[in-house]
T-cell receptor
């Protein structure tokens, strides 16, 4: 069956450093991969989408890579700030009917 | 929250009682979804709708039903609530286009079944 794994442990990093979050998947060939941010008590917020034919996507301090051979996506936040502290979800997209499969999420804490 | 409201925001109910959660959007998006979020499981799709009166099951649909009589409203019903349905429920919408597939989520409903 399809499986999505993200960093199993919460990630704590120092302010100003680059945070790297991992999303691995098995038994799946997604056409798209998305990253969302979720703050406590709130719904997820869409951040980035990357397509299977794209190796890398950037948006301000965010960078996402997508390696279909390794079945892995890396999500980087450069020059991290305490305001970046949240849970980050990766999601894989089926092309039919727009259904999305979400990973369990990784909790990131940026320490001042 | 992109013009999406959910009601109620919190509910405590007893096992065996029926419960209906409402999702309302003002974006006129075609697709609407109901997810549940539980620790260790992430978000799991319950049901979704691709138009008025057009719905389909997600991966955890047992014990749930949905209805969509208007573009803006998507109702999730637990016919007879069980303790395993204690969860946070999120509604989401999307407008499927060629270039964008992102979903916009509501604020969530925390449901406790005692």
């Amino acid at each position: 069956s399809q499986k999505i794994e993200q960093n199993s442990e919460a990630l704590n990093i120092q302010e100003g450093k680059t945070a790297t979050l991992t999303c691995n998947y098995t038994n799946y060939s997604p056409a798209y991969l998305q990253w969302y941010r979720q703050d406590p008590g709130r719904g997820p917020v869409f951040l980035l989408l990357i397509r299977e034919n794209e190796k890398e996507k950037r948006k301000e301090r965010l960078k996402v890579t997508f390696d279909t051979t390794l079945k892995q996506s890396l999500f980087h936040i450069t020059a991290s700030q305490p305001a970046d502290s949240a849970t980050y979800l990766c999601a894989l997209l089926k092309t039919s009917y727009d259904k999305v499969i979400f990973g369990p999420g990784t909790s990131l804490s940026v320490i001042p | 929250d992109a013009g999406i409201t959910q009601s109620p925001r919190h509910k405590v109910t007893e096992t065996g009682t029926p419960v209906t959660l409402r999702c309302h959007q003002t974006e006129n998006h075609r697709y609407m979804y109901w997810y549940r979020q539980d620790p260790g499981h992430g978000l799991r799709l319950i049901h979704y709708s691709y138009g008025v009166k057009d719905t389909d099951k997600g991966e955890v649909s047992d014990g749930y039903s949905v209805s969509r009589s208007k573009t803006e409203d998507f109702l999730l019903t637990l016919e007879s609530a069980t303790s395993s349905q204690t969860s946070v429920y999120f509604c989401a919408i999307s407008e499927r286009g060629v270039m964008t597939y992102e979903q916009y989520f509501g604020p969530g409903t925390r449901l406790t079944v005692t």
